[in-house]
């Protein structure tokens, strides 16, 4: 019998107690013996849930039973999560967390710690929820060198941008849908500014890379200047905007890693991810590119990993060994010089765009306004389109994937 | 140090020496000590290799060599393959293999045997070439119940499909650009026929049902007569015809699993996996559908998948428990009693066919000889519709995915 504690009895939290329940023979088998929830942690009590008698509301209890082998944080934020997480691992308890923000800002130490204390610190359901990427990442991919890795991996923005897409509405109204929906929060700002986005990639450069890439580390734009007018450009040259992040391997070990919106083509496997879902590319130097696609959030998806991790732990009994060795400021180095073609939305004359992209096509556009030029430039890196935009009135400005 | 053989050097045995050679750096500290080729069994001589000073002609020098503790099987087939198989695992050696063959026919015997003496038998090159699916079916989906899985396994015929579909090649032209390109075998049977497929979903619902699902008890149907007629014809209703293997979640624990063309409709992932690609589908009952995608063959992918397993194996220095319990002749179910939607081609009068499918709308195709009709029927098994084709000449009739 394993018992667990559930820390945050929330969406995931109680969707891990579900999955838990609702499988648990079937977990029996793959774990070896029954997984019981034996407590949960909230500030709330919760007398009309069936899992109600377990709720504890001082951490210590957890910290202190012996019998609680594997702790699950689905508090999110940074502060008792930081603080539980440490405690637990110091008691010998094996962690498993979706909590992206944790684990892209302090995985480095947290993951010394579970390898001191012999124990596992897992973290699947932290990016693209249920979709297993983490231990392919890890384990399947380990005999490749990482080259890149691009993902769609955030599912509000892919919403909004599919609603423009697909249906023509505002970036505005399209939030507004999101949020009726429940596909985005009342305070939308992780999303739609590209934090969200940007903790996930921090996460999967770190494990690909070997080195702990931080948050402040990676330049991150959001989606909230892309306008219809963007959109109805990128068809004309037959793209779709996407919220891409993005990390690359640099020589020298250094890895160059950002979030931005990019124009990819409508060939592309990532043009054709819709909706909530995300889907996450990854090229090694064996193995090629392949790709990982499905529901990015959501209550049972995301449990499902979190519960898989649980089952690891189980299994192990020990640490699984993570290499996010050396970190530091230098892991991570800007964009700027990263070549790419570039799409380019201006104010100008047609001298004047013309003097500073010589022979590029204009993209055409219904209804667009006098003095609007729009085109897709050669590869260059970001100094050198800076340069040639100084004379116009720069629009919208996005990255090309090849 | 890590000593390991692999048997057979052909594509995958060589690539697997290669990989562990250009990426040696990187795969010892993923493993934590260096993994070098001791031996590699050939009946030929490599003189000019790199490794040719490794190649030994008897298997027994491999066997009773204490130090090699993983075996590669890279030989292909059933008989060498498994006798060498039988005698690495009984020596206490982790054997590691793209056997599709091997696994789907024997798996459970050597999954057992492997058990037994506390070792390895890792197999996740076996189905998608260097796409992640064993490890992440077995333990990131481990918390799910297993409704689904539907997959392109094999990259020969959807490359067939997808020249027939782009370029409106016909089979047999198609089939041969696939063979001067080195895509096709020069005795394409297994592939064309669907038997590669075959294995691959015995596999995949092997691991994900428990239960041994044998080539023998799948119906499976190649693609030879596919024709650019059913072609046009999907195409006038927004599909693809691709061939999938699938297997699908049985009450009574019991599993359906075949292989066949279908019509995919456009807007499904896996109607846009083109070319030599793979894609796998698995819908769980907590995670929903997620999809993995990339090269499903190819020397350098498949040697990525081959030498993961190995890190693995020496990580774990144990075996790793897969469950593949109960097998039997009732363990797989025939489609028949499944429920879809199909696509008939078939001659016969404008009356006959009315009779037969009472208000179906008829599809178009520019060119059609007289007395041909086209139609997708509405959800109905095997028997019933095979009573309405009674009065009909059918000439193509395939599934509609849902």
């Known amino acids: 019998m394993v018992n667990v504690a559930i820390l945050g009895f929330g969406v995931v939290g109680s969707g891990v107690a579900e999955v838990l329940d609702f499988n648990g023979a079937h977990i029996e088998r793959k774990a070896g013996e029954p997984v019981r929830v034996k407590y949960i942690l909230d500030v709330r009590d919760f007398p009309d849930s069936p899992f109600g008698d377990r709720v504890v509301h001082d951490f210590s209890v957890i910290e202190n039973d012996p019998e609680v082998s594997v702790v699950v944080e689905t508090i999110g934020g940074v502060k008792a999560a930081l603080d539980f997480t440490r405690r637990a691992l110091r008691a010998g308890k094996s962690v498993v967390t979706s909590n992206k923000e944790l684990v892209a800002g302090h995985g480095r130490e947290l ?29 399947c991919l380990a005999a490749n060198e990482i080259q890149e890795i691009c993902g769609i991996l955030n ?24 949020q009726q929906n429940g596909y985005a929060e009342q305070d939308p700002t992780a999303d739609i500014e590209g934090h969200d986005a940007c903790r996930k990639i921090c996460i999967l450069a770190s494990l690909a890379f070997g080195r702990h890439i931080c948050p402040r ?22 793209k779709k905007i996407k919220l891409l992040g ?39 130097n064996a193995v090629g590119e392949v790709m ?50 570039w799409y380019v939305r201006a104010e100008g004359t047609a001298e004047t765009v013309e003097a500073a992209f010589p022979g590029r096509a204009l993209l055409p556009r219904a209804g667009a306004p006098e003095g609007e030029f729009a085109l897709v430039t050669g590869p260059m890196a970001q100094p050198e389109l800076e340069a040639r935009l100084a004379g116009l009135k720069a629009l919208s400005v996005f990255r090309v994937l090849d």
Request: with cysteine; hydrophobic share 45%.
């Open 292 to 341: 990982f696609y499905g529901r990015g959030a959501g209550k049972l998806p995301t449990a499902s990993a979190v519960v898989a991790d649980v089952i690891d732990a189980v299994r192990r009994r020990g640490a699984r060994r993570m290499l996010w060795a050396e970190g530091g400021e230098d892991a991570a180095v800007s964009p700027e010089g990263l070549e790419s073609a």
């Open 111 to 139: 993951l010394e710690l579970a390898g001191e204390k012999g124990v596992s610190y897992l973290f699947e359901a932290s990016v693209g929820g249920g979709i297993p990427i983490i231990r392919p990442l890890e384990q």
């Open 246 to 284: 993005r990390a690359i391997r640099q020589s020298g070990g250094r890895v160059c890693a950002y979030v931005a919106p990019h124009l990819v083509d409508g060939e592309d496997p990532l043009a054709g991810v819709e909706d909530v879902f995300n889907a996450i590319a990854v090229k090694g």
């Open 217 to 238: 580390q990676v330049p991150t734009q959001g989606i909230t200047g892309v306008t219809l007018a963007d959109v109805a450009y990128a068809d004309a040259c037959g």
């Open 155 to 178: 599912g509000t923005t892919n919403y909004i941008l599919t609603r423009m897409i697909r249906a023509g509405l505002s970036f505005d109204t399209a939030l507004k849908e999101a």
